[in-house]
């Protein structure tokens, strides 16, 4: 499920269609007759007339840029955030959330929670796990994706920098208190991570208060901080057991791939586009000298060439 963002008002289901395929359509689709505009985003001629909003959109686009494409404005109307899925649908739930979270909030908090909960279904869609599917496993996983990589709503941009860990804890604690969220409203029958009470200290600044307890608690997931176990960190196999595997193998051509693999560090993709043409011996080489020492030549990602060798 691939998610799209947008500060479309989540009731109006018609609009958000119209607003997000208005991000991607030519002058010519947005300025031609409304038959053909209706054709091409998916919603009848009647609703596109009679929604003030939509046909507020389609002037504001032909008169201020004359047909030239370019992004809505949609952090100008001052609407919630919401999510939806490929199929154009709101995700429920989520979108229930954000509305409770925006009791009392100023815009650019609401803005940062509906982001951090993007980002989070996001990586549910990239490794094909429904939201209601993932678990304590999961949201750790999602840490260490965050830890690792840059996020994949800032890959979008130039200059783009590694998630911060401030950033990161406060995106796992966002999916944390959706899934609270989603459980007591019946979104889901139980929730599916694990919680824990944490003791914190608050300053306080008022010396007639200094007696009062400054220890509170709060109720994170275990992933937020959850340590790598050592007993999770792959180990290499000892050269013999390699061999013994290699050796074990009775097909000689699935024998030769084994060996390649494991001499040379080969990637799949590049055994399966190399080709016994590609020795230089069969290409010709001077009188004495093995293909051996010169290595095979390897065509990897992005189509570049590289050398390695091989032992045996």
Known sequence: MILQFSDIDYQ???????????????GESIQGDVTERSKRCGLSEEVINSNAKIQELIHSRIDQN????????????HQ??????????????????IRHISRGAS??????????????????????VEWCEANDDTLFSYRLHQETTDSAHKKKHKGSRRVSRGTI???ILTAGRFFKYATLYGYIEKNP???????YSRPIDASFLAHLNRT?????PVAAYRRVSRNNIVKWLPHETVWT???????????????????????REEIILWKVDDIPEAKGLPEGVSWRWVGLSIRGKGGKERQVRISF
Do not use: C, H
């Not at 509170?216 to 994170?220: G, S």
């Not at 030769?256 to 080969?266: D, H, P, R, S, V």
């Open 12 to 26: 109006d289901l018609d609009l958000a269609r119209f607003a997000l395929w208005l991000d991607g359509a030519d």
């Open 66 to 77: 004359r047909g030239v494409t370019f992004r809505t404005p949609l952090s100008d109307w």
């Open 80 to 97: 919630l955030p919401f999510l939806i899925d490929r199929n154009e649908k709101p995700v429920t739930a989520a979108n229930a959330w």
């Open 107 to 128: 815009p650019k908090t609401i803005r940062t929670y509906a982001y951090a909960l993007y980002d989070f279904f996001q990586y549910l869609e990239a490794n094909d």
């Open 169 to 171: 804890q406060m995106r």
């Open 193 to 199: 991570l694990t919680y824990e009470k944490i003791k």
């Open 216 to 220: 509170q608690e709060k109720e994170i």
């Open 245 to 267: 595997w290699i050796n074990s193998i009775k097909n000689e051509r699935d024998k030769l791939i084994a060996k390649l693999l494991y001499q040379t560090g080969m990637r």
